[in-house]
């Protein structure tokens, strides 16, 4: 089975800071690891996944996440935050080779930005 | 735009009102659909798994009678909450898979559903 650990239930950030939300995973097979963006009372959207290659994942709103196999993480960054990234920040997991396709979700990360 | 169209967003209720939700996957087909649970400041809790043509997989836990889920055709799914209580008050998502094995799901816009 797979388990993702979210260590930040809440991170308040200023205007312009960067920031990171750490994601760790667990499992005994490879993984497809995603971030996921909730705003308030809506579904989920899709920041970026990491499927294979490149360690280094770029995804929408100038986020990027590097995958470290040896430290099992899958930490979330952005350099310069706006108000508008204040949101539910979810990493989510997914077995390698899981017809199921059934994600493993971490129990999210609040983000604040402070002006 | 949207992939998945959830739909109401929101619902308010008696208790012991049965109601349904619907999730349709927009310009793509869905075989299978995945309904999740989410309490406030908590991450989502798969609930089910909705199958095209066969009984829906429950996860431990999840009342079948409780939950009904009918897969009716490639595009949609319900999820119908029997003889609702307060309890079962939650925000409900449903999502689909792009079709290729382990690829981002699409995930609806959610329902509120609260009852009185």
């Known amino acids: 089975a797979q388990s993702v650990t979210q260590l930040d239930s809440q991170v308040p950030v200023f205007e312009e800071a960067p920031v990171e939300l750490r994601c760790n995973y667990s499992?005994?097979?490879?993984?497809?690891l995603f971030w996921y963006v909730q705003y308030p009372n809506q579904g989920l959207q899709l920041l970026l996944k990491y499927l294979s290659g490149s360690t280094l994942v770029k995804g929408i709103n100038g986020f990027e996440a590097e995958f470290n196999k040896s430290q099992t993480s899958f930490h979330l960054r952005k350099p310069s935050v706006h108000i508008s990234d204040t949101a539910e920040y979810f990493c989510a997991v997914s077995a390698f080779g899981n017809t199921g396709n059934q994600f493993y979700f971490g129990t999210g990360t609040s983000l604040t930005v402070i002006p | 735009g949207a992939v998945v169209s959830q739909h109401p967003s929101r619902v308010i209720c008696k208790s012991g009102t049965s109601v349904k939700i619907e999730c349709r996957s927009l310009d793509f087909q869905a075989t299978t659909m995945f309904w999740y649970r989410q309490f406030p400041k908590q991450s989502l809790m798969l609930m089910a798994t909705?199958?095209?043509?066969?009984?829906?997989?429950?996860e431990q836990g999840v009342e079948k009678d409780k939950f009904l889920i009918n897969h009716a055709s490639l595009t949609l799914s319900t999820l119908t909450v029997t003889s609702a209580h307060p309890e079962d008050s939650s925000f409900y998502i449903c999502?689909?898979?792009?079709?290729?094995?382990?690829?981002?799901?699409?995930f609806g816009d959610g329902t509120r559903l609260s009852i009185l």
């Open positions: 999502s689909a898979p792009a079709g290729v094995t382990n690829q981002p799901q699409h």
């Open positions: 499992s005994s097979v490879s993984v497809y």
């Open positions: 909705s199958n095209e043509g066969s009984k829906a997989t429950y």
